[in-house]
């Protein structure tokens, strides 16, 4: 009987011994990678989304999120208010901001004074008026007219860091650009600049080049030159 209790116990023994040794030897699940961030795409001057409609296609069939904001007005101070209610709105807590012409403008005066906790990963413009453009001075102030390079809208939007934080700046900007400057569409430093020489001021967002460029900024990499 004794020897029948020993042989059970060295048997239990074993059985332990061999679970062990499998749960050790078992391979780890992978954890599942990271969705991307949504991406919002804003639209310039007296646009719609309909502008965008090549290039969130061509994002979308590269696996992300993206959505087009109607914007109602002209003002870059009310257009970006619309862009942190749309955010809140989709629950969103991080995003990539891509915007054309003074689209550009509204999603940097959100990303700087009224993103709150929401995280702007990535913010890429094309041909963008950053330092604004002289033939904006004719235009109403709320229409148009803060893209005047004296406005107090710039002014303010261009006090202290143009790149603040985290977030992955890019602008990208066309030599055949006829109404924005090369020089008033760039960042004063810590940003992606990138120059294509095709589309001109109204295509630059549905040329097939900008679209590679903009897939590249929303995954933080820089395609053009880093300053």
């Known amino acids: 009987m004794a020897h029948r209790r020993r ?32 991406i919002l795409l804003v639209h310039g001057y007296r646009g719609d989304p309909s502008t965008w409609a090549d290039m969130k296609a061509f994002l979308e069939g590269n696996g992300r999120v993206v959505e087009a904001i109607d914007l109602a007005t002209e003002d870059n101070v009310k257009n970006a208010q619309a862009i942190s209610a749309l955010i809140a709105a989709r629950g969103w807590t991080k995003v990539d901001l891509v915007g054309q012409s003074m689209g550009g403008l509204s999603a940097r005066h959100f990303t700087k004074a009224l993103r709150g906790d929401v995280v702007v ?24 007219g803060q893209m005047c390079p004296s406005s107090s809208f710039l002014r303010t ?31 004063d430093g810590g940003a ?12 630059i967002d549905n040329d097939a080049a900008v679209m590679g460029h903009v897939l590249a900024s929303v995954d933080r990499t820089c395609t053009g030159t880093f300053k």
């Open 7 to 38: 042989s059970w116990t060295m048997f239990r023994a074993a059985v332990a011994a061999a679970l062990v040794a499998t749960a050790v030897a078992a391979p780890q699940a992978s954890a599942a990678p990271a969705a991307p961030d949504p």
């Open 121 to 144: 990963d990535s913010y890429t413009s094309l041909g963008s008026p950053q330092y604004g453009i002289w033939s904006a001075c004719l235009l109403p102030v709320t229409y148009g």
């Open 157 to 187: 939007l261009n006090k202290g860091d143009d790149t603040p934080g985290n977030t992955a700046w890019t602008t990208i900007y066309s030599t055949n650009d006829e109404y924005v400057p090369n020089s008033s569409s760039r960042l």
């Open 192 to 203: 992606c600049f990138v120059q294509v020489s095709g589309p001109n001021h109204n295509n």
